[in-house]
Structures are given as C-alpha cells and as structure tokens.
C-alpha cells in the first residue's frame, strides 16, 4: 500500500524463486520490470502503470489490474488457469512486444480507450474489448480450437489508414463487433481463419 506515493520495482521479482500472491492496494505511479508471482491484483492505482519486463503467474487467480493508465511493455503468461483482467479508467497502450499468452480469458473492461500492437493467445478462452480500441500495429487474436469467442465491444480503428492488420482465429467460438470496424480510420487486412 503506498497511499498517494509511487511503486517502483528496478529489479527482477521473483526472478530467482517465484512469490506468492502480489497485491498492490493503492499508489499513483506502478513501475516494474519482470515479475513472477503466483498472481498479481492491482486495486485503486490512479497514474500510470508501466510493466517494462516479462509478467508471469502460475495461479488461478492470474493477473487483475485495475487503475487509470497502462503501458504494457513487454509479455504476460498465466497458466494454472489464470486470466488477464484490466479495467483501465486512462488510455491502456500494449506495445509489439506486449504479447499475452494465457492460460484463461482475456477482459479489458475499463471506461477508457485502448491502443494495442501486441497478440493475445488463449487455450479455449474469451478475448474481449469493451471500449473503443485502435490498432496500433498488425495484431493475431487467436482462442485455440475450442470455444472461445472474440469480442469488440466498442469502435476498433486502424491508426494509419489502410495500414494495420488484424487475424483472428476463435475456433468454434464466435467473433462478435458490435462497433463500426474501420468507421473513422480504416484498417488494413482483416483475416478471420475460424468461427
């Protein structure tokens, strides 16, 4: 707990021997580099968030953020069934090299907008966006081949137009845009392999 002040980790976490459970009850500004913990639970951060090295959980529980701004700047791996949950009041950025590979669901459900390059793999779980989302470069959405459905809950734009790419590979789920796909700046290539 850091009140009003700042988390800031310049070292590996658990880079030598895997913690427990990281719960992170209040701060302004979050910084890390890798962190490997059993799960990790974010509650009530109000600057920015910035995870500049490898994430990894291996619990259930697996990562939940919540907080106002994201900078996403390198991986996320769960397994042992644990999700990706980022509820993000600001602007959440996933860079090309924040690519997700989990072993549970995919939700960004925050109040603000969202600008991902990065890829996201799940083994038969949901991938979903709920607000406006731009690509900010070629992404691959890819649930595995069972029921796993993608979803974008809000407006998705390209950033240059006619430039990014999106591939989606949901399996037997389902891919669902409920928000005008390319409306302001249009995408590139849209590739949907299953459904």
């Known amino acids: 707990t850091a009140g009003t002040g700042n988390i800031v980790f310049t070292g590996a976490v658990g880079g030598v021997i895997r913690l427990g ?4 009850t209040s701060a302004t500004d979050v910084t890390a580099a890798a962190i490997t ?6 509650v009530a951060s109000t600057g920015t ?6 994430v990894n959980t291996n619990a259930v529980a ?20 644990g999700p990706l949950q980022i509820t993000n009041g600001g602007v959440l950025t996933i860079a090309a090299a924040g690519d997700f590979n989990l072993d549970g ?3 960004q459900d925050g109040a603000g907008t969202v600008t991902t390059s990065g890829d996201i793999t799940t083994t038969d779980d949901a991938i979903t966006f709920t607000t406006a989302t731009t690509l900010g470069g070629n992404i691959l959405l890819n649930t595995g081949a069972g029921a796993g459905t993608v979803t974008f809950l809000g407006i998705l734009n390209g950033t ?12 037997t789920g389902n891919i669902v845009f409920t928000g005008a796909v390319g409306g302001v700046i249009i ?9």
Do not use: K, M, R, W
């Open 21 to 24: 459970a990281i719960t992170l």
């Open 37 to 42: 913990a059993a799960s990790i639970n974010q």
């Open 49 to 54: 968030t910035t995870l500049n090295g490898a």
């Open 62 to 81: 697996g990562v939940d953020l919540n907080g106002t701004t994201y900078a996403i700047n390198s991986t996320i791996t769960t397994t042992g069934g």
């Open 105 to 107: 669901l995919f939700l």
């Open 160 to 171: 240059v137009a006619g430039t990014e790419t999106i591939g989606i590979t949901a399996g």
């Open 187 to 195: 995408l590139g290539a849209i590739n949907l392999t299953s459904a």
